[in-house]
């Protein structure tokens, strides 16, 4: 019997855990110190199984060969059953059932709202839980987002970077990405999203792009897509990209281009949308919402339906960088956002779906209060960071105004160790809102770190009204819809 990994899948091992995840499916899980050593022997080259046991006979010194195997077997053919792995006797066999990304099929799946576990294996049952509670102490990036180009072709009305930051733009050598990209995969990152900017402005984004393939990392892509090139598209292909996202904020062209300042960029937009589609290549349609386009969500869904690509919406929209407050101007009043959550509600089933399947914080909360205290609120500082073409490394991709440290002063391990801003980060936890821990709306709060510092002139730790009061407008419905059956 043959086993490889399947083309979608990406091993990580440390000597704590085992991570494993699926971006066709995406799926993932995590295994304790044995699954860490099975995952260890398994790679991308189609290997032997029994060359495989005799490998983990030298870790597992007087076990019994036969127990040994069949637990081997049992693990393999289980993650085989979720499309982790390929098994089979030819390599003809382990090609036959690999599978590829195709609209072909009634849901291709796109973006993640369930992180549950699909296994009878003894696993943790849900990945980011585990996540957030095993970098406590230990950082272990594995998220890196890479603002490749500080140029934009669009100067979007309620976009978090100063439009004057776009005007002077450049972009980082190749030489100096790929040297951070060496450094990020030692240090055992796993997932890499390129953006900007505009992602496709730098002119070596496709030869980026093959780079990390041969490191093995997984690749997003954000961009408008408005310098999209048809040639392009094979490239694109066969570096077996797990997601394009683009903005989409209205099937009316002039509402779109209003909101980009852009005419004709709409039509641009869509056209790739639909050049991706054609090809196979994963897509997501983002659809912030403002003022201009509120009346407008259901159509873009709708359309995203049409192409069984995934479209999703945030309605809270983040101040600029530099503290301007200036792009929340568009943003939509609590009556407004009444208004949209209803239209939701009772229009996106995969939003229902998501507010069915989401665990209650507050149930956490009753089960093991002390436990929740110690949790991050969030990964940055933890398990992810930024870095724009400048150098600087940012907590995420808003937090402009919080440096970290500059990649071509410092390597980006000595940043992610040594940073004093990233251990005041790490010192952070619930309990560090204590105000939220009894709110009762605290199931259905937003809370983000670099929204508060944003809006509040720099303080994280101030949290907006108006994020507490979308907090207590969402349990009001919510529970309303619960009193009428629509939601469970």
């Not at 080259?45 to 127990?67: C, F, H, S, T, W």
């Not at 990964?379 to 991709?397: E, F, Q, R, S």
Request: glycine share 4%.
């Amino acid at each position: 019997m043959l086993v490889r990994q399947s083309q979608n899948t990406y091993i990580r091992t440390t000597d704590r855990y085992g991570y494993i995840t699926n971006q066709l499916t995406r799926h993932d899980r995590t295994y304790n110190e044995t699954g860490a050593d099975f995952l260890r022997q398994i790679t991308r080259e189609p290997q032997d199984v029994d060359g495989i046991v005799d490998k983990l006979m030298n870790v597992y010194k007087g076990a019994d060969r036969n127990e040994l195997r069949k637990d081997f077997v049992e693990f393999i053919t289980d993650l085989a059953d979720d499309h982790f792995l390929v098994i089979g006797e030819t390599n003809d066999e382990l090609n036959a059932n690999d599978q590829s990304f195709t609209y072909a099929v009634d849901n291709p799946k796109t973006f993640a709202v369930d992180f549950t576990q699909k296994t009878k294996e003894n696993v943790t049952e849900n990945t980011q839980d585990f996540f957030l509670e095993e970098v406590q102490g230990r950082p272990l990036i594995s998220c890196l987002q890479f603002e490749l180009s500080s140029r934009c072709n669009e100067r979007c009305i309620h976009c978090y970077i100063p439009n004057g930051k776009k005007n002077k733009g450049f972009d980082m050598p190749l030489s100096k990405v790929k040297s951070i990209l060496d450094e990020y995969a030692e240090m055992g990152g796993l997932h890499v999203t390129l953006s900007g900017g505009e992602a496709f402005l730098h002119k070596d984004l496709i030869e980026i792009c093959r780079y990390c393939r041969e490191k093995d990392l997984k690749i997003t892509i954000l961009s408008n897509l408005i310098s999209l090139r048809e040639d392009q598209i094979p490239a694109l292909k066969e570096v077996n990209l797990s997601l394009i996202q683009t903005s989409l904020y209205s099937m009316n062209p002039e509402i779109h281009d209003y909101i980009t300042t852009v005419k004709g960029s709409y039509a641009k937009t869509k056209a790739a949308i639909e050049l991706l589609v054609k090809n196979d290549i994963p897509v997501q349609i983002s659809c912030p919402i403002m003022k201009a386009n509120r009346k407008g969500y259901a159509d873009v869904l709708e359309y995203a339906k049409s192409l069984k690509i995934k479209a999703y919406t945030d309605y809270i929209m983040m101040a600029q960088a530099d503290f301007s407050t200036d792009n929340l101007a568009n943003r939509i009043s609590l009556e407004e956002t009444e208004e949209l959550l209803r239209d939701i509600i009772e229009y996106d089933i995969d939003y229902r779906k998501m507010v069915e399947d989401k665990p209650p914080v507050s149930d956490f909360i009753a089960f093991d209060l002390e436990r929740y205290k110690k949790q991050p609120v969030c990964g940055v500082g933890y398990d992810n960071c930024c870095i724009t073409a400048n150098g600087d490394v940012y907590p995420c991709a808003g937090w402009q105004a919080y440096v970290l440290g500059n990649v071509y002063k410092q390597s980006l391990r000595e940043i992610w160790e040594e940073s004093p801003r990233v251990k005041e980060l790490r010192k952070i936890t619930q309990a560090s809102f204590p105000q939220c821990l009894e709110c009762e709306a605290r199931d259905y709060c937003a809370r983000c770190l670099v929204r508060n510092y944003n809006e509040s002139g720099g303080d994280m730790f101030k949290v907006s009204k108006h994020f507490c009061d979308v907090a207590f407008l969402n349990k009001r419905l919510i529970e309303e819809y619960r009193n009428k059956g629509l939601i469970k």
